[in-house]
């Protein structure tokens, strides 16, 4: 039986298992996306494999990709130059032998996609490849214009669904990892469509959940990515690594009572331009390569440039370009933005940065693998050390697909997890399974869901945001220690969302106040220099230890 750790969580996990049914496969993959996806095609060939989304098989960040994917495919580039690339964006922090596996393995992983029906654009019969900030080549390959994601998802699903060892299950809410022994087992999931709660055993489980910017007020994240994967499995006892590295995307469409839609990098790529509410072409104050700045450079501009004119967006500028080309390059954000009665070849757009990606996440070697026996992780959940303190342009994709497959071989070649840093003391995870509020299970809970989630989102937005200092990340962790969460009972979607928005916003609070510098995405502005007083240091977490550099 499952240790559990307050009165609330047992009443809960006490109802699941009187009212779960429990099966078996062999693998697991949680999540469909381009990293899920591609392991379980790896895996196929190895026996049963059950994909879970919590949504629709194609609701995920992979869909909405829109800028490409980034490979030394091009003939005037080669591998050394976006290793280079990588590991100057990543500001000091990247692993430099999980960016070679990325940037060496990236083009025969992208050969191999092709191969399975992937239709990436080209001029005649040769790829075509754009630039996008802080790369030396045009080495972006993308897909329908702007549509680089859903063309590869089409390509994998397609692939996916000729295994017919590959069961594909939408609407599977996974709720925690079962642990025993000091190992995953399997998972427990919310099954929404038939609304019963179910227990999946397997002999290894992948995390491909994809990313968390809806722990954030402002987000170009659909609405499934909410950290689950990094909340469950520090739950249940996996190390956590550079969670306070969060990339906010510079250019994020600013229309009162919109969603936040991503408006590509490759447009700054192609020549737009970002001027303030003046009309003031701004970013080559801020930096000698101007819009095509690392992401943290041009995001910090944005917002400087905000503050000085008093005003809440700046202008995405593409009006120097051709229309036609514009309009044939950017179909869906073309569209996008006509919905909202802007027209991008002749009205300047006006836009404003959003949380985008989470360089950190759990913890994993360079084949996946977890601190926790039988985990893995691979993607955007997943900290493999390639994008460091800040990822560069579309290498998320890459990463994915990379680490996608890497992650299944060793799952099916039963790889043992490489020796993890831990601080001192008993680190040993217990089987134990958790709410955000474990710890805090006397203090006073609330249902309202909806409003912890608010709040949650606020306090993350304003005090843990772009720009920020040690007296706001203080109170950003004190009033997020204050706010706690009845245990879900009966369990629901948005319920147990919660619990992992507050659980993972909690994580990213104190591991920014513990960073006492300023590197890649983390700002302080009461520390705006680099610590060169030692060697750059990753930051850990588990449920343990709330946070410690090694």
């Not at 249940?236 to 969060?246: I, N, R, T």
Request: aromatic share 6%.
């Amino acid at each position: 039986m499952l240790q559990l750790r307050s009165r609330g969580v047992m009443a809960m996990m006490e109802w699941i298992m009187v009212t779960r049914k429990e099966s078996r496969v062999d693998f697991i993959v949680l999540g469909g996306g381009i990293a899920g996806m591609r392991a379980a095609i790896e895996l196929a060939p190895g026996g049963k494999v059950l994909v879970l989304t919590k949504d629709d098989l194609y609701e995920s960040s992979t869909e909405y990709a829109q800028g490409g994917i980034a490979a030394a495919l091009a003939e005037d580039d080669e591998v050394k130059l976006h290793l280079h690339d990588t590991l100057l964006a990543g500001d000091g922090l990247c692993r430099e032998e999980a960016v070679r596996v990325l940037v060496e393995e990236g083009p025969q992983q992208i050969h191999r996609l092709i191969d399975w029906g992937m239709r990436f654009d080209r001029n005649g019969t040769k790829l075509a490849f754009t630039r996008e900030g802080a790369h030396s080549r045009s080495r972006v390959l993308h897909a329908h214009g702007d549509s680089t994601g859903s063309e590869i998802l089409r390509a994998l699903m397609a692939k996916a669904k000729s295994h017919p060892s590959i069961q594909l299950q939408p609407r599977g809410f996974a709720i925690d990892l079962l642990v025993e022994d000091q190992a995953v087992k399997g998972v427990t999931y919310l099954d929404e469509k038939t609304a019963t709660l179910q227990c999946i055993r397997a002999n290894a489980v992948l995390l491909a959940t994809g990313g968390l910017g809806h722990v954030y007020k402002e987000t170009t994240n659909p609405d499934v990515a909410c950290g689950d994967g990094v909340a469950m499995a520090y739950r249940a006892g996996a190390l956590v690594s550079d969670m306070e590295f969060v990339q906010f995307h510079p250019t994020a469409l600013f229309v009162k009572g919109a969603p936040r839609f991503l408006l590509s990098e490759a447009l700054r790529g192609e020549g737009g331009y970002l001027r303030n509410i003046l009309l003031e072409r701004f970013m080559p104050r801020y930096n000698e390569a101007a819009e095509l700045a690392p992401r943290d450079v041009v995001a910090r501009a944005i917002v400087l440039e905000m503050q000085k004119t008093r005003s809440e967006f700046v202008y995405l500028d593409l009006t120097g370009l051709d229309a036609e080309h514009v309009k044939k390059r950017f179909p869906r954000i073309y569209s996008t933005c006509l919905n909202y009665n802007i027209d991008i070849t002749t009205d300047l757009i006006p836009i404003r940065p959003a949380a985008h990606y989470s360089m950190g996440g759990v913890l994993t070697d360079l084949c996946g693998a977890t601190s926790l026996a039988q985990l893995f992780a691979a993607g955007e959940v997943a900290s493999t050390g390639v994008h460091g303190a800040n990822r560069l342009a579309s290498n998320s994709l890459l990463e994915g697909l990379v680490f996608g497959a890497r992650s299944a071989q060793a799952m099916l070649e039963k790889y043992a997890p490489r020796p993890f840093p831990s601080p001192r003391g008993d680190t040993t995870p217990k089987a134990a399974n958790g709410s955000a509020n474990a710890a805090s299970a006397d203090a006073p809970t609330t249902t309202d869901y909806r409003k912890a989630v608010e709040d949650t989102r606020a306090i993350l937005w304003d005090k843990v945001g772009i720009i920020r200092n040690g007296k706001q990340l203080s109170e950003a962790v004190k009033q997020l220690e204050g706010i706690h969460l009845a245990p879900p009972h009966p369990p629901s979607r948005s319920s147990l969302e919660s619990c992992n928005i507050l659980q993972v916003g909690r994580m990213i609070a104190r591991c920014a106040l513990a960073r006492q510098e300023s590197r890649g995405a983390h700002y302080r502005s009461d520390h705006p220099l680099k610590n060169d007083a030692k060697p750059p240091q990753h930051s850990y977490a588990s449920k343990d230890f709330p946070a410690f550099f090694e």
